[in-house]
């Protein structure tokens, strides 16, 4: 019995070894991101800020990334301010950030960047993604801020 067990200890090391291997290739791409078209919002979805973008057949790049409109985080308001964003590489561990701006379209400060913007998201399986919405307000720091939002496809 006792060299049955001897035995069988490099082949349950080796099949142990293998079993880990086997769970990091696997938690190393989110089970293969779904490419096709993402819709979600901020949180909570009160805000009504619509998060949206495509991920490439391949799985690998965020293209058509945009945002309806930028928060404020501060008292004021006016009419929507829709974003764009760059297109963004998805590493291998599911994650991918983007950056975005908003150009000030009238009056005195037309022509100028009013608003950066970054958005970092991450895919928690094949269909579903959540991140972070940063936006900085250039002349107006004091409305600047940050939020949640979450996408499905």
Do not use: W
Not at 14 to 23: I, K
């Amino acid at each position: 019995m006792a060299r049955r067990m001897r035995a069988a200890s490099p082949i349950l090391a080796m099949a142990v070894v293998l079993c880990a291997l086997a769970a990091v290739a696997l938690a190393a791409r989110p089970n293969q991101i779904k490419g096709g078209s993402y819709k979600g919002g901020l949180l909570p979805t009160s805000r009504g800020v619509r998060v949206s973008f495509k991920v490439s057949r391949d799985g690998r790049t965020v293209t058509f990334l945009r945002i309806t409109n930028t928060p404020l985080y501060c008292e004021g308001g006016g009419a929507a301010t829709p974003v764009h964003f760059k297109n963004a590489p998805i590493s291998s561990s599911g994650r991918f950030t983007s950056t975005g701006r908003y150009v000030i379209k009238v009056g005195p400060l037309k022509g100028e960047v009013g608003t950066r913007l970054q958005i970092t998201g991450r895919f928690l399986d094949a269909r579903r993604e959540q991140g972070t919405l940063t936006t900085t307000y250039l002349k107006a720091p004091k409305c600047s801020g940050r939020s949640s939002y979450a996408t499905k496809a």
